[in-house]
């Protein structure tokens, strides 16, 4: 009778397979959190066309202007070979610039490149507007509608940027320039609309705040032209060659640097003396309606009037050192306040856009005056909303949505976007980004400038 012996593994050799066992172990855990930390990782990128400009600049030409030698910017999406410039400074068109595009991008020269933007993933934005998803708000993916987006057709096609307006099963329209979802008006924030708003006019008092007084003839008034003959369309100047029909725009606003937070809050620059309260009337001319409006500061706030109605607004301590109002006909409403809050959304009458433009030509775009006490401002900022085109520049287009997005370019003359793209609208999954926003909406009209 016989017993067979069997060898036991050494002590050494179960505790080489227990660290192996456990560095894997580590080294997947690892692993793993490192692809999920990628995903919420801020990313940053290049913008090398110019659909969203100007909120987002791409590749520029810069060109010299012949008469009064004006540096100018043009998008390179927009320039046409052997088309001849015309300057946004002096207006002279240089009848000799036979410019080949194709040549000065080959060659690098007299271009600047597109600016870097700074953009998260989908899961970082799911996790930041958690709150909003659950409210409604915001749509499961955590993308919202007017995100400027950063997707991706294919997995061997290069990442674009455009902003989404339409989500899946829902129906969107564009008429008169104006987006509609499942037919109803989109309308936009005090803040979504500056973050969209494109630059029209600029005034910056450079040599210390203009002030307005009301016991003065010559200070007591502010009037701003617009260069487009007395209204406001839908040109873009930095487009050296615009591809669509000039087209009035119904929809603009102007934001006004006071020179201080005395201005808001009614100190004088001590921070002690009440300053005399003031009151301004303003106008903002359109080619169909002059919308006329007061803004009041007393003791105790803002009085806002318009069409008949009042609309009292209380003070509020530690406002910046330098405050904007801001006014704008929007969306069928008049909005009033700062760059992030709305004080007053008054509903506009409705337009016939079927009647003859009246003639504004001798009439300023935005009128200020100061009725009462002294006002100094700052920066006159005059801006309009995003004026959009449907295909081949028809004033109206459909989409049925069913399991897509619609995406549109901001710069409609240089965006091939959902107006003549994708026979099959794209889904959710081609997007791997949202831009980050700056937190202060007003420098997207600041930058333009």
């Given at each position: ?7 036991k ?8 397979a227990a ?39 791409g ?47 080959k ?25 909003d ?5 915001v ?10 987006v ?24 564009i ?39 009301a ?14 003959e ?13 591809s ?48 006329f ?22 003070l ?49 775009v ?11 401002v ?9 004026f ?43 997007i791997?980004?949202?831009v ?7 420098e ?6």
């Amino acid at each position: 009778m016989t017993r067979e012996l069997r060898s036991k593994p050494s002590r050494w050799f179960l505790y080489w397979a227990a660290s192996l066992m456990v560095l894997l172990f580590l080294g997947i855990i690892l692993a793993a959190l490192m692809i999920v930390r990628q995903g919420y990782v801020v990313r940053q990128g290049i913008v090398v066309g110019s659909s969203m400009e100007p909120h987002l600049k791409g590749p520029r030409l810069v060109w010299i202007c012949p008469s009064c030698s004006a540096e100018q910017q043009f998008t390179l999406d927009t320039c046409v070979s052997g088309k001849p410039f015309q300057c946004q400074a002096c207006g002279q068109t240089d009848a000799s610039s036979g410019v080949d595009i194709s040549e000065i991008v080959k060659l690098g020269v007299q271009t600047r490149p597109g600016e870097k933007v700074r953009y998260g993933p989908t899961r970082l934005f799911r996790s930041l507007r958690s709150h909003d998803i659950e409210a409604g708000i915001v749509h499961e993916s955590g993308v919202k509608r007017g995100d400027v987006v950063v997707f991706q057709d294919t997995p061997n096609s290069p990442r674009e940027i455009k902003r989404i307006v339409g989500f899946p099963g829902e129906r969107i329209a564009i008429e008169n320039g104006d987006l509609f979802v499942n037919g109803e008006r989109y309308c936009k924030t005090m803040e979504q609309t500056l973050l969209q708003s494109i630059l029209v006019e600029g005034c910056n008092i450079s040599h210390g705040a203009r002030k307005l007084d009301a016991n003065s003839l010559e200070d007591r008034a502010l009037l701003i032209q617009s260069r487009s003959e007395g209204c406001i369309d839908n040109r873009l100047g930095i487009n050296a060659h615009d591809s669509h029909r000039i087209v009035q725009v119904e929809d603009f606003g102007v934001a006004i640097q006071l020179a201080g937070r005395d201005q808001l809050a009614g100190m004088d620059q001590s921070g002690t003396d009440p300053l005399q309260h003031w009151i301004i009337e303003c106008t903002l001319n359109s080619a169909y309606r002059s919308q006329f409006f007061t803004i009041a500061l007393g003791p105790e706030g803002f009085t806002i009037e318009s069409s008949g109605k009042k609309t009292d607004v209380p003070l509020k301590t530690g406002s910046t050192d330098s405050p904007w109002i801001v006014v704008a006909m929007v969306d069928g409403f008049l909005l009033v306040g700062t760059p992030t809050t709305e004080w007053v959304r008054i509903p506009l009458e409705t337009q016939d856009a079927n009647v003859e433009a009246k003639d504004w030509n001798c009439r300023p775009v935005v009128g200020i005056e100061c009725k009462s006490g002294v006002l100094r401002v700052e920066n006159v900022l005059v801006f309009r909303d995003i004026f959009y085109r449907g295909q081949l520049d028809s004033p109206t287009q459909e989409w049925d949505v069913e399991d897509g997005i619609v995406l549109l370019g901001d710069n409609v003359s240089a965006s091939t976007d959902s107006r003549d793209r994708w026979p099959i609208r794209p889904n959710l999954s081609i997007i791997k980004g949202i831009v980050i926003e700056p937190n202060n909406p007003i420098e997207n009209l600041v930058q333009q400038r």
